[in-house]
């Protein structure tokens, strides 16, 4: 009873019931006992009734004056208690925002959001440029932060955690970013547990963010170089080891020590030494991709990551690239330094497949490339080895094939599939090595390209299906011969090698006598010297064909960007088909797309007559594969062909 008097009592109900007590109490009072009073004080009848007129007049006075000391009683407490809120208020948003703090005040029935201005000015907003919600804040958040700041909510909320406190990006006016630690509670609950109301702080961070990042630089890259240490390398390698397990795939590790680096330290002083480490980064990182990696292990050793690479030969490129980038001059200031390195490889898993067996292997074969006379690679297993030996050996017997006539040029017939009629042939070079016998171009084409002895090869492919051409054109005048030109001969200066354009237009033979088969791949890197060949082609007669379509860079644009006449289905397409299958539908939507472009199409592989008749009724203008006949030389071409020119 007694705190129902009390002032801390006073909420609106309370306050309300006072009154009404109150004024009933005073009622019950004046009904009761005032005329009792008032007869008492008056002696006649006539008096009593005026009185009572003087008495009614002065209850309406008495109530009315108690009621508006109650009212302005209870106005007085609720201004106090504003008042005191208010003072509340602003020590609270004082205390908060003297820290340099940013104040949030949100309320999660309505989702309605208080941003004190202090909030605003740390990222850059003014009154009215930004909705006071939390749905828009929400939006100024970096998108990849957003889940995990919204998952820290919700955790909070839910009561997973005692405190809400998350990390996260925020956009600023200005387009920039700011890290920002956001704390908070809730501060109102309904009667059912629900929040209603959570208030906190928004801090801004980024500079202790830059340092956590500057001591992660300190603790993972080398300061010399700007190259990730041993820690990172490590971990990274382990990292891609782990990655690739799953995919049956190859990592290569290449372990680097620069020759006679101590001399030039000594001779030239360490800073000098220090700015030659840094170009030595700088090279070696230019000499591979993106996606690798490489480290400085310290002192004058460098490792480097190649992943996925899935042959020997990728990573002998890399390896002598790096090797020739070496060869050229470094200029340290005024000084010109020349150095070399040696490279030991090892491969996981083929060496071991755990990261300090790879790293020991490696730095033993670079030790072993070292012993051989430095400046080259070294592979540690005996098996790579002798691969590579292989190849070098292959590589050096090339250079003479040429002139020594070690070549020879098989066809392969190209069947019209509506008539059967043979019109087409495609060139294929074989090698004929005197110890080895025959050798695929599988194996010596890859070298012939990276040496570039493929461009001399090429030529004289080139010039040996010319004049077998003109042998055949005499039995069938429309016949026409296939060569394949690699990329790589592309791009040489024609100035120096044989230009296959005037070589035709010398001996008097049409365009059309020669289609020149090309990858994909060349469109998508058309440079200025492809391009011109490619038109020097078209305005001669000449055609092109697209070899392997489907297996590498497919792509509308390039067809029509570019004059071409023949797409040619790759065989690992047509050796899947059969009625229904992805294949097959492959096979129509590539014959389909290349005859509204005006091309027409070359089925590569057709090794059953059920593949034919397939292709026949999807369309197909041509087919190549064993089911006519295999690649055979000249002579047994011409019995095949020119008795009967049908299949």
Not at 1 to 22: D, E, G, N, Y
Request: charged share 25%.
């Amino acid at each position: 009873m007694k705190s129902f008097w009390q002032k801390t009592s006073s909420t609106p109900h309370l306050i309300a019931l006072r009154i009404f007590v109150i004024y009933f109490l005073f009622g019950l009072f004046w009904i009761f006992f005032s005329d009792k009073i008032l007869f008492a004080l008056v002696s006649s009848q006539e008096q009593y009734t005026q009185y009572s007129i003087y008495k009614g007049w002065a209850y309406i006075t008495l109530t009315a004056f108690l009621l508006y000391f109650l009212v302005r009683k209870t106005i007085q407490e609720y201004v106090d208690i504003e008042a005191s809120l208010h003072v509340s208020e602003d020590r609270w948003k004082f205390a908060l925002e003297g820290a340099g703090d940013g104040v949030w005040d949100w309320n999660l029935v309505t989702d309605e959001v208080f941003r004190s201005v202090r909030w605003k000015k740390i990222y850059g907003y003014t009154d009215n440029e930004l909705e006071e919600t939390a749905t828009a804040g929400r939006r100024l958040v970096h998108e990849d932060d957003a889940a995990h700041q919204l998952a820290d909510t919700q955790a909070y909320l839910k009561g997973e955690r005692d405190i809400y406190v998350s990390e996260f990006r925020l956009k600023c006016k200005d387009g920039s970013w700011k890290w920002t630690l956001s704390r908070g509670m809730v501060i109102s609950y309904a009667a059912d547990g629900k929040p209603l109301r959570m208030i906190g702080t928004h801090t801004d961070i980024t500079e202790r963010k830059k340092a956590e990042a500057q001591v992660i630089r300190l603790a993972h890259y080398d300061q010399v170089t700007n190259l990730p240490n041993r820690t990172l390398f490590l971990d990274r390698f382990q990292h891609e080891i782990k990655k690739i397990q799953r995919n049956n795939q190859f990592v290569t590790l290449m372990y680097l020590d620069l020759d006679r680096f101590k001399e030039i330290n000594d001779t030239l002083g360490h800073d000098m030494g220090d700015l030659l480490l840094k170009e030595v980064a700088e090279r070696l990182v230019n000499c591979v991709r993106e996606d690798d990696t490489v480290a400085r292990m310290g002192g004058d050793e460098f490792t480097v990551i190649l992943n996925n690479l899935n042959n020997q030969i990728s990573t002998e490129r890399i390896a002598q690239n790096i090797l020739d980038k070496f060869t050229e001059p470094f200029h340290l200031g005024g000084e010109v330094v020349y150095i070399t390195t040696s490279i030991g490889i090892s491969v996981y898993p083929v060496d071991g497949t755990e990261v300090d067996v790879l790293l020991k292997n490696a730095d033993q074969a670079m030790y072993a490339a070292k012993e051989q006379g430095r400046n080259r690679y070294h592979y540690f297993t005996s098996s790579m080895q002798d691969a590579a030996l292989i190849r070098m050996h292959l590589s050096n017997d090339l250079r003479g094939a040429v002139a020594a006539e070690q070549f020879r040029l098989y066809y392969q017939p190209i069947v019209n599939l509506a008539s059967g009629e043979i019109h087409k042939a495609e060139a294929l070079i074989r090698w004929q090595h005197p110890l080895r016998g025959l050798v695929s171009p599988v194996e010596f084409i890859p070298i012939a390209e990276d040496t570039g002895m493929i461009i001399e090869i090429g030529d004289w492919v080139f010039a040996e299906a010319v004049q077998q051409v003109i042998k055949w054109r005499a039995h069938q005048p429309d016949f026409q011969i296939s060569v394949n030109r690699s990329p790589v001969q592309f791009r040489a200066n024609l100035k120096y090698h044989l230009n296959w354009v005037k070589h035709l237009q010398a001996l008097g033979l049409p365009g059309n006598s020669i289609c020149i088969e090309i990858t994909e791949g060349l469109l998508l890197d058309a440079r200025d010297a492809v391009i011109t060949q490619l038109e020097s082609y078209s305005k001669v007669g000449i055609q092109v064909s697209i070899d392997d379509f489907g297996t590498g860079y497919s792509s509308l644009a390039y067809l029509r960007k570019f004059d071409i006449d023949y797409v040619k289905i790759d065989r690992s397409f047509t050796s899947n088909i059969h009625p229904g299958s992805s294949d097959m539908v492959l096979c129509e939507a590539i014959i389909v797309m290349a005859h509204k472009l005006g091309k027409k199409v070359i089925a590569e592989g057709i090794e059953t007559q059920q593949q034919k008749d397939l292709l026949i009724a999807a369309g197909c203008d041509f087919g190549q594969g064993y089911l006519f006949s295999k690649p055979i030389p000249a002579d047994e071409f011409e019995k095949l062909n020119f008795g009967k020119n049908k299949i």
